[in-house]
């Protein structure tokens, strides 16, 4: 009887597993973003409070450059502390010269 449980508890281990494959391909597909794509946009959040522009286009270029972050950039950027860790490090002046590439 004991076989046939640790067997019945793998099986469903394993169902478990592919269901969680296949809900990030879909999240994926649906184009979820990544933590760094996060970071983007708190990154055009924190340019607008400084009274910057950020087009469509700054941000999608932002987001597209972290479509494929390794995963030391993915830890990195789950490990950033938001807005906190922003207005720390950066100045709005900061922004505008590399986030806005010169700012609008």
């Given at each position: ?9 793998r099986?469903?281990?394993a ?11 879909m ?7 990544n933590?760094c794509?996060q ?5 055009a959040?924190?340019a607008e ?12 270029a932002?987001r597209?450059n972290?479509t494929?972050a390794?995963?030391?950039e993915?830890k ?15 100045t ?6 590399n ?6």
């Open positions: 009887m004991q076989a046939e449980q640790r067997e019945r508890v099986w469903t281990a169902r478990r597993a592919a269901h969680g494959v296949l809900a990030g391909l999240a994926a597909a649906a184009g979820c973003s933590p794509q970071v983007c946009l708190e990154m959040s924190y409070e400084c009274g910057l522009t950020v087009s469509n286009d700054a941000l999608s932002c597209e972290y494929d390794g995963e030391e993915i990195q950027c789950q490990d950033w502390d938001g807005s906190a860790d922003l207005r720390e490090w950066w709005c002046d900061d922004v505008a010269e986030f806005l590439d010169g700012g609008s």
